[in-house]
């Protein structure tokens, strides 16, 4: 299949052979046909499957032929809305490269950084708009944005909206778009409340699955450590001093931890950067464009900072915290091993966090390769003492102390030390 077969105009099939994009993905072979029919779709699909240029694409085609035909003052037809600044960004650069032979206008407005660029933006008049929720009903509530002409309208990420509490602001949203419109539904998990708020926003839909988490989770090395909790800026510190990291994304779970790895490694002498919803929005940028260029090797950051962020040949990715919710596991891995990459994800577990393995190796399906033989072993001691005050995972709230326990070699025993595959 190719995107000429799709049916996809010159100036779009330009810019994705600019692009070096020679056949769809999965979800843009299934999706773009329905989309280009006219109809609702339900897409479970998280990032990194090609997702935004599946929407994108067909989304620019109309607006361009309809450009074609009505040249009056743009109106906002399109209202993408997506959880993060960040995904925001990169969604508005997507349509911007796609679009680039389309003469199609789009604008990104996002909380956190001054609205007068922003509403300046809107004065000019765009086609295409992508917003986070909050400083989306700001921008409406001051007279800014109208929602009235609307024609289609695209929730993205809408498993982590919900994660965030944006579920109100959602549907203020809703109520304001015309009933008269073409909706899609992005959501890497379909829980019954995704579900429902699905049923709020489409008519009469039709639903593309695709199934990046095995993909992802095969693709990916991964490997595991465990580490006491006290060990782990040591581990740290030890793997990307003798490991060849090119560049690596880690995870922690709090701001306040992210902060804190950034002063372990930098006093070790290895340079990083923190994004997390505590740092401005220019610092956000200024250290993910870094890492981005590759000037910068070594991003911490939070799940919600990290959400989506799509970073081209990144080595590793680190989890310095097991995550609680067991598809973040997979979401953080998917950082690294993109399209047609490799790429390699290692672990740190702690005592406390036993529950959380254990379930995420029940989702995954699969045991994590564990590495014994490494300098800052679990601390027995402090093993014992913490076991008692355990946490319990989302998931499983009888988890014995033992839960993922197993130091059994992973079945697929293919993790190599090798860890250099992916140059930048
Ligand atoms: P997304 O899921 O939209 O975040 O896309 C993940 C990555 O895949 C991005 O870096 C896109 O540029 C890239 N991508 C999307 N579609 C294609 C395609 N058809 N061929 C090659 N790369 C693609």
């Known amino acids: 299949m190719t995107f000429k077969e799709l049916e996809i105009i010159e100036p779009i099939l330009d810019a994705l052979r600019a692009e070096g994009y020679t056949t769809p993905t999965p979800i843009q ?5 329905i989309l280009l029919q006219g109809k609702d779709l339900l897409g479970c699909a998280q ?22 035909k009505n040249h009056g003052p743009r109106k906002i037809k399109t209202l993408i809305i997506t959880p993060t600044r960040e995904l925001a960004i990169q969604i508005g650069e997507s349509f911007s490269t796609y679009g680039k032979f389309t003469e199609v206008r789009n604008t990104v407005i996002f909380g956190g950084v001054k609205q007068n660029p922003q509403t300046d933006a809107l004065r000019r008049g765009v086609d295409v708009l992508v917003a986070t929720p909050g400083r989306l009903l700001d921008l409406m ?26 579920i109100h602001d959602i549907k203020k949203i809703i109520a304001k778009l015309p ?3 073409q909706s899609l539904f992005f959501s890497a998990t379909m829980p019954p409340d995704i579900v429902d708020l699905s049923r709020k926003i489409l008519g009469n839909f039709e639903k593309v699955t695709v199934k990046p988490e095995q993909t992802t989770a095969e693709k990916v090395e991964q490997a595991l450590y465990f580490v006491s909790k006290k060990n782990k800026p040591k581990l740290l510190v030890h793997l990307l001093k003798t490991e060849t990291v090119d560049s690596a994304l880690i995870f922690s779970r709090t701001k306040h931890g992210a902060d804190k790895i950034v002063k372990i490694l930098e006093k070790a002498g290895i340079p990083a950067s923190a994004i997390h919803g505590n740092k401005s929005q220019n610092a956000r940028q200024r250290a993910l464009g870094d890492f981005k260029n590759g000037d910068l090797n070594i991003l911490i950051a939070t799940d919600i900072a990290a959400r989506g962020i799509d970073i081209e040949e990144l080595s590793h990715v680190i989890n310095y915290d097991l995550p609680n919710i067991p598809e973040t596991y997979i979401h953080r891995i998917g950082r690294t091993g993109r399209a047609s990459a490799s790429g390699i994800a290692l ?11 254990r379930d995420i190796q029940k989702l995954i399906d699969q045991k994590i ?8 072993p679990g601390d027995d001691e ?43």
């Open 29 to 33: 072979e299934q999706s773009i046909p």
């Open 369 to 376: 390769t564990v590495i014994e033989n490494h300098p800052f």
């Open 141 to 166: 509530d001051q007279g800014y944005i109208s929602l009235k002409d609307i024609e289609y309208f695209v929730l993205d990420e809408a498993d982590h909206m919900l994660d965030m509490g944006f």
């Open 382 to 424: 402090e093993e014992t003492t913490e076991s008692s005050q355990k946490p319990q995972s989302s998931r499983q709230k009888s988890h014995s102390s033992s839960a993922g326990n197993s130091r059994t070699s992973n079945n697929r025993g293919n993790y190599s030390r090798n860890y250099s595959r992916n140059k930048r």
């Open 347 to 357: 672990s740190f577990c702690d005592m406390e966090e036993r529950a959380y393995l």
């Open 47 to 68: 990032t990194g499957t090609g997702k935004t240029a599946a929407f994108a694409i067909p989304i620019l085609q109309f607006l361009y032929l309809d450009r074609q």
């Open 179 to 181: 009933t008269e419109r």
